[in-house]
């Protein structure tokens, strides 16, 4: 039986657990978590915007397009799906499973390659990142055999 990946992430923790067939429960495999994430906009970037020099006589400021917050979580997302692309590389798993609230749900498939998004076979727009491994076993037993 192949081994299954399960990520539960959010926007600042992420857990990779492995299931690795009938009755064998979840195995952490790897923990990250990303404290940028969780910091105010106000932490993430400089007090003003950026001075301009205009053509003109007037000066402008320019506005950052994206909040620092959302670049973060953006940022986390490419590492984790860094992540799954070196296990498939790797031939660690042979399905994915990703567990995410949906915002992050959309970054994580935004930022997955081809190959790997493939081998993703469930997605579960929940934010289970607070579960212990027995409720999660719960929350996933129509995804896994547990």
């Not at 986390?76 to 799954?84: D, H, I, P, T, V």
């Not at 296990?87 to 042979?94: D, E, P, V, Y």
């Amino acid at each position: 039986m192949a081994i299954t990946w399960i990520l539960v992430a959010n926007a600042s923790l992420a857990r990779l657990y492995a299931n690795f067939g009938p009755k064998q429960g979840l195995q952490l495999v790897k923990e990250l978590v990303h404290p940028e994430s969780r910091m105010k906009n106000s932490e993430l970037s400089s007090d003003r915007a950026g001075q301009i020099q205009s053509n003109g006589s007037g000066h402008g400021a320019r506005e950052q397009q994206t909040p620092p917050k959302l670049n973060a979580a953006k940022n986390f997302a490419q590492m984790l799906a860094k992540e799954l692309y070196l296990g498939r590389s790797r031939n660690a798993f042979g399905r994915a499973i990703l567990v995410a609230p949906p915002a992050f749900m959309g970054m994580l498939n935004a930022t997955l390659d081809r190959p790997t998004a493939q081998m993703v076979t469930d997605r579960l727009e929940k934010d289970y990142t607070k579960s212990s491994e027995p409720d999660l076993c719960g929350r996933l037993e129509t995804c896994i055999i547990v």
